[in-house]
């Protein structure tokens, strides 16, 4: 059984060029009737995420009209140019207005995470309160989605965006209140830039997307 009533607003990050892919990540098919960033929507919910909320950028009107009948709240970032971080700026700005206990950030291109994975998180997240960061770890490796406390998140909205310290890890790494959380999934460590490494990981997300 999965945490419920989180009050956790998921952030998915969709917003860059996805250039050595060929086309846009959040587009590419998992199988006849899932996308990539369909099956990262479900994954948010159904691990926990009170809301979700997907920053889209390049590609915005295609990513958005491909997935209209998704429960998912959308946030357009003109300035995705600036990179990452702006597009975790915007997410942010709009989750803390609604969700008081904090943010699931989440890359698009992330492949195969388990749901059981994401609950873990939003567990550890539930049961310490008082954690600025909890990070998951697959053999001694971080990865990814990473959870921020309100007031973790809310502090990032201070700094500008194209400056050097506007970065998710330089500022986790600054964080005296982190976890590293262990866990069974070396799918939190994957990252499809490519086409050739995206259809190493397809399997597995495949399968995940039956449960949908």
């Known amino acids: 059984m999965h945490p419920t009533n989180t009050n956790i607003t998921g952030i998915i990050l969709s917003a860059g060029e996805s250039s050595r ?14 996308t990539l960033l369909g099956y990262q929507i479900w994954l948010l919910h159904a691990a926990g995420c009170e809301r979700v909320v997907v920053v889209v950028g390049c590609d915005a009107n295609l990513i958005i009209k491909a997935h209209a009948d998704l429960e ?20 942010i700005s709009e989750a803390i207005e609604k969700n008081n ?11 195969g995470i388990s749901p059981d994975t994401v609950a873990a998180i939003i567990e550890s997240a539930l049961q310490n ?39 998710l890890d330089i500022q986790i790494r600054n964080s005296k209140s982190i976890m ?3 866990v069974n999934d ?7 830039n490519t086409s050739q490494t995206f259809e190493t990981l397809k399997l597995e997300q495949a399968s995940c997307a039956k449960k949908l």
């Open 101 to 111: 206990n904090g943010v699931i950030i989440l890359p698009v291109d992330t492949v």
């Open 180 to 182: 590293r959380l262990p």
């Open 72 to 91: 998912v709240s959308w946030l357009v970032n003109e300035s995705w140019r600036a990179g990452q971080f702006s597009s975790i700026q915007k997410g």
């Open 21 to 34: 892919m060929g086309r846009h990540k959040a587009l590419i098919e998992i199988d006849e009737k899932t």
């Open 186 to 192: 070396k799918n939190i460590i994957s990252n499809a």
């Open 129 to 167: 309160p008082h954690l600025d960061v909890i990070k998951p770890e697959f053999e001694g490796k971080g990865g990814h989605p990473t959870f921020l406390s309100r007031v973790f998140a809310q502090n990032l909205l201070n700094l500008d965006p194209v400056s050097a310290k506007a970065r």
